[in-house]
């Protein structure tokens, strides 16, 4: 679990308890805001105790917090001395041209400042992606945040995020739906990222899926591939054939498999997730529901 600490001044208050709210519930991750600073009173030194047992410190930067003189600047100047990872999240533009923003980041390059004056939705995207790739370490994780995918990549064709969780917390999933129609009697929908691939041996994701072939001559399939072009492996292949006409998870379960990548080790490649439903008559019943969530590869 990563504690992440808020550090703002009383001034930014509300957009303080809007970034906690937003990352609470998150997988893994523990938010931490010291309310009582909304009163006059005293820094309170347990905060930096706080500070040091968390792995990051988001700082939040605006006209207020660079130039106090109190708390706020206790609080990332004893962050940088504890070697904390200081995230800085810039609430106003005003900030950046301000030279006490430079002489208070001094730490910092440039690059690494969260703009969250531009859309606070994608400064707590690009925080979540740097806490969630450092968490990765080495493998693959998708979560699917409510604020969109953790990782840059995803080609969702007919795919979509829904505010539906694996794990009932504060996150999204994937969600896809497939019926074929008389105009149109083959329907696919197939979500995919672009990977290089580690040494890896295990995926692991939560799948919830239903099938139903109206009659044995139509087909529905659910499938997990993971290939470069040249080489496909299959992870994972739920097919519909013979007199088998559903298959039902009812809810979410976890699915874990072995991977034998020998074939791609070290290759880009793709992870595709694929459901599709086929049906010739001309009032097609046969359909296909998938939810994919919390997706790990090691």
Known sequence: MERIFISYDRDDQAVAQSIYDDLLGRPDIDPWLDVKRLKIVRFDPECLKLIEQSSYVLALVSPASVTSTGFVAKEWDHAIAKQRRVLPFLL??????????????????????????ESLKEGLRKVLREIYGDLAQGTFRETFSSLGPDNIGWRLDGWNLVDEDASEQNSQSLHAEVAPTFASQNHECAAAIPLTLGEWSRIAYARRLKLHRAHIGAGARFQVTIGDGTHVAVVEEIDLTGSRLDHDDGDWRLVELPLDLDRLRGRNATLRFTLSAADVLPMPLTRGEAGIDNIWID
């Open 92 to 117: 106003d533009a005003a900030v950046e041209d301000d030279p006490q923003t430079a002489h208070v980041l001094r730490e910092f390059d440039a690059i690494s400042w969260v703009r969250g004056y």
